[in-house]
């Protein structure tokens, strides 16, 4: 590709895309990991259930309320991995959920805090080297 960057386009700017067609919400998100019994342990710790697959599959998904996340082994599909991403999760209590982390033996990277974005937050960092961000919007 190019240097150019792509021109910014709203929807009703797409020919032939009404509305209903366009995106309306993120399905799930897929990391990878170098060692899916130790991702899964990790994700099931933080809350989320096990949908699909297992600590043995190359692919496993989990819920949490209406947020997927999916696990892929490393190697699976052929490729080259980049190895860090974030996701950030809104929980209805930053510090009530951070407690329930640190009591199930998990370590955030900081305790919460407060952002000049209006945010109150913490990160914790899976196996795989991923940064979760746990929020929740200060009033």
Do not use: K
Request: hydrophobic letters at 40%; aromatic letters at 10%; one cysteine or more.
């Amino acid at each position: 590709m190019g240097s150019e960057p792509l021109p910014h386009r709203d929807r009703q700017d797409l020919p032939g895309m009404e509305a209903a067609a366009g995106i309306q919400t993120l399905s799930a998100v897929t990391l990878a990991t170098h060692d899916m019994a130790r991702a899964l342990a990790f994700y099931l710790e933080l809350g989320f259930s096990l949908h699909r697959g297992g600590p043995d599959a190359s692919f496993c998904s989990l819920r949490a309320g209406d947020v997927h996340l999916n696990l892929i082994a490393e190697g699976t599909e052929g490729r080259e991995w980049s190895w860090w991403g974030r996701l950030i999760f809104q929980v209805a209590d930053v510090d009530v959920f951070h407690r329930h982390i640190c009591a199930r033996g998990l370590q955030p990277d900081f305790s919460p805090r407060d952002a000049v974005w209006r945010e109150r937050y913490f990160h914790i960092t899976d196996p795989d080297g991923h940064e979760l961000s746990f929020t929740h919007p200060l009033s």
